[in-house]
T-cell receptor
C-alpha cells in the first residue's frame, strides 16, 4: 500500500478481554516496529521484526503481550487479559532498511486502545 | 543509559517568526537522530534524519543540526506558519540500535 495501515483506529474494551491490533506495512518494507504511546509520554518500544529473523521482543512489557508477522508483511499485536494501564495509542512503523540500523521510519496513524 | 530530553515541552509563537526546538541526549554514541512531527490523533511523520557523521540536514524551511560531542540537536523552522502547529519529537538511535525518544515539544503558531 501507499502507507502504513493500522486497524482498528479505535478500540474500547473491558478489562480482562483480549484485543488484536493489526498493522499492514508499506509494501516491500522488511522492518516493522510496534510502539506504545501513553498520554503525554514519549514512545515506548515494544517489538521489532526484520525479514525472517527472530523478532526483538525486548520491549514487550509483560507476557500478556505478543506479536506475530505473517509472510513478512502484516503484523498482529495481541494483548491478553487487558488491564487499564494498557490504555494507550499503539503505533506501527515500517522501514526499508535491511540491516539492524533503523533508518527512516514511516508510521501508521495508530490504534487507540481504551480499557474500561 | 541513553536519555533524550526536549525543552520546552510547549511553545507558542506568532506566525512568521523563526524558531528553534531543542533536543538533548546523554550518550554521544549514536547511529543517527531523527526529527518527527505528530498532528493530534495522527501518527508520526519523519521530517529529517541526521546520520552520526553529519552535522545538519535541510528540507524546505526546516534545518536540523547535530552536535554529538555536546549531545544536542536543534530543529530550526523558518518563517513559521499555522500549519506548522504540531508536536515535534526527536529520537536517537543508540549503540544497541534502539530508538530512544524525547517526550516532544508541542508547538502552536498563532495566526
Amino acid at each position: 500500500g501507499a502507507g502504513v495501515s493500522q486497524s482498528p483506529s479505535n478500540k474500547v474494551t473491558e478489562k480482562g478481554k483480549d484485543v488484536e491490533l493489526r498493522c499492514d506495512p508499506i509494501s516491500g518494507h522488511t522492518a516493522l516496529y510496534w510502539y506504545r504511546q501513553s498520554l503525554g509520554q514519549g514512545l515506548e518500544f515494544l517489538i521489532y521484526f526484520q525479514g525472517n529473523s527472530a523478532p526483538d521482543k525486548s520491549g514487550l512489557p509483560s507476557d500478556r503481550f505478543s506479536a506475530e508477522r505473517t509472510g513478512g508483511s502484516v503484523s498482529t499485536l495481541t494483548i491478553q487479559r487487558t488491564q487499564q494501564e494498557d490504555s494507550a495509542v499503539y503505533l506501527c512503523a515500517s522501514s526499508s532498511e535491511r540491516g539492524r540500523v533503523t533508518g527512516e521510519l514511516f508510521f501508521g496513524e495508530g490504534s487507540r486502545l481504551t480499557v474500561l | 543509559k541513553q536519555e533524550v530530553t526536549q525543552i520546552p515541552a510547549a511553545l507558542s509563537v506568532p506566525e512568521g517568526e523563526n524558531l528553534v526546538l531543542n533536543c538533548s541526549f546523554t550518550d554521544s554514541a549514536i547511529y543517527n537522530l531523527q526529527w518527527f512531527r505528530q498532528d493530534p490523533g495522527k501518527g508520526l511523520t519523519s521530517l529529517l534524519l541526521i546520520q552520526s557523521s553529519q552535522r545538519e540536514q535541510t528540507s524546505g524551511r526546516l534545518n536540523a543540526s547535530l552536535d554529538k560531542s555536546s549531545g544536542r540537536s536543534t530543529l530550526y523552522i523558518a518563517a513559521s506558519q499555522p500549519g506548522d502547529s504540531a508536536t515535534y519529537l526527536c529520537a536517537v538511535e543508540d549503540s544497541n540500535y534502539q530508538l530512544i525518544w524525547g517526550a516532544g515539544t508541542k508547538l502552536i503558531i498563532k495566526p
